[in-house]
Nanobody, 127 residues
Framework: QVHLLECGGASVQAGGSLRLSCAAS????????MAWFRQVPGEKREGVAA???????KYDYSVKGRFTISKDNAKTIVYLQMQDLKPEDTAMYYC?????????????????????WGQGTQVTVVS
């Protein structure tokens, strides 16, 4: 099973930017998709952005236009560039690798218990 390690989380002022990175410890199936989720204590884990093997991307409406997901296939690293951060973006951010052929919407991965998850990196946005 692949292990994912996120980094780049920090405390930042509202309006600032951060770039999160997610590196895989082993080979990730080239057909797999990757995504970023976030979670606030006491609330469900919600999808932020996803990227498929062909490079196509999907975003939650709350971050569209502010966040950009990208990947470096050679290094098996996925990035989440976050701009114009808002206090409501404060959360633990998780990276996940998953088989898109497993069915269901990408943002329902936590509900179905699918995917390989990292341990998370904390993002705090202060006003």
């Amino acid at each position: 099973q692949v292990h994912l390690l996120e980094c780049g989380g920090a405390s930042v002022q509202a309006g600032g930017s951060l770039r999160l990175s997610c590196a895989a410890s082993a080979y990730v199936d080239s057909t797999y998709s990757m995504a970023w989720f976030r979670q606030v204590p006491g609330e469900k884990r919600e999808g932020v952005a996803a990227i498929d093997s062909d490079g196509s991307t999907k975003y939650d409406y709350s971050v569209k236009g502010r966040f950009t997901i990208s990947k470096d296939n050679a290094k098996t690293i996925v990035y989440l560039q976050m701009q114009d951060l808002k206090p409501e973006d404060t959360a633990m951010y998780y990276c996940v690798s998953y088989d898109p052929k497993a069915g269901g919407a990408w943002y329902d991965l936590p509900f179905y218990g699918l995917g390989s998850w990292g341990q998370g990196t904390q993002v705090t946005v202060v006003s």
